[in-house]
């Protein structure tokens, strides 16, 4: 099974509150990443964790945390949700750190913030 | 950190004919070049990728270029198929150092083949 499964599909928030989305995978990959996609932008790198370490892109630092309670799960948590974190987020996970090149991407979560 | 460019934003072709699809670099230091496609609705798969170590791969119809000097990397799909209508993202790695892994990504493409 190379799915990656991601919760919930679509997700309704209120300015200010707080949003989180679950990623999981059963391919053992050992690496798991969140991306941002918003209309007519590339992808964008939010965070990844490579095992237990998580490493988060600078710019995007102190506006999303993440947790990786075990190997196949991995989730992506905003605590105050504004306007601008309105995207599609992706999940995706690869082996030996994506050194081997294929990233498997889950279905998104898209994220409306009103 | 890497920026890739991606050209065009949207491409019509009619069936049967190539579609090509350019993308640039700015970091040296990337050296994996993989495409993906992404049909409405579902999640980006990818279909054909590329190491530093070659200039040319081709997989049935899709075949890409790398140009390493020039920091530019191409798909090409001949004779496309309206099952080929998608979005397609390019981007760009590097698997060694810190940022290994990380895919810096193009805008994409929106691929139209018409009947």
């Known amino acids: 099974d190379t799915t990656v499964k991601q919760n919930p599909r679509y997700k309704l928030a209120r300015v200010g509150k707080p949003v989180n989305l679950i990623c999981s995978q059963t391919?053992?990959?050992?690496?798991m990443y969140w991306y941002q996609k918003k209309p007519n932008q590339a992808p964008k790198l939010l965070l990844f964790y490579y095992d237990k370490i998580l490493n988060r892109e600078a710019d995007t630092f102190e506006k999303f945390q993440s947790s990786r309670p075990n190997n196949s799960f991995c989730s992506l948590y905003i605590g105050s949700a504004g306007l601008e974190y309105s995207a599609m987020y992706l999940c995706?996970?690869?082996?030996?750190?994506?050194?081997?090149?294929?990233?498997?991407f889950g279905e998104g979560s898209k994220l409306t913030v009103l | 950190g890497e920026q890739v460019e991606q050209l065009p934003s949207i491409l019509r072709v009619q069936e049967g004919s190539s579609a090509s699809i350019n993308c640039s670099y700015e970091d040296s230091a990337s050296n994996y070049f993989p495409w993906y496609k992404q049909e409405p609705g579902e999640n980006p798969k990818l279909i054909i990728d590329?190491?530093?170590?070659?200039e040319r791969k081709q997989i049935q119809e899709l075949i890409v270029l790398l140009d390493k000097k020039a920091k530019r990397f191409s798909l090409h799909i001949t004779d496309t198929q309206p099952g080929d209508s998608a979005m397609y993202f390019c981007?760009?790695?590097?698997?060694?150092?810190?940022?290994?892994?990380?895919?810096?990504f193009g805008h994409g493409t929106i691929l139209r083949v018409h009947p």
């Open positions: 981007a760009a790695s590097e698997d060694t150092g810190a940022n290994t892994g990380k895919l810096t």
């Open positions: 590329i190491r530093s170590n070659m």
């Open positions: 391919m053992n990959h050992d690496t």
């Open positions: 995706a996970s690869s082996r030996d750190r994506g050194r081997t090149g294929q990233l498997y």
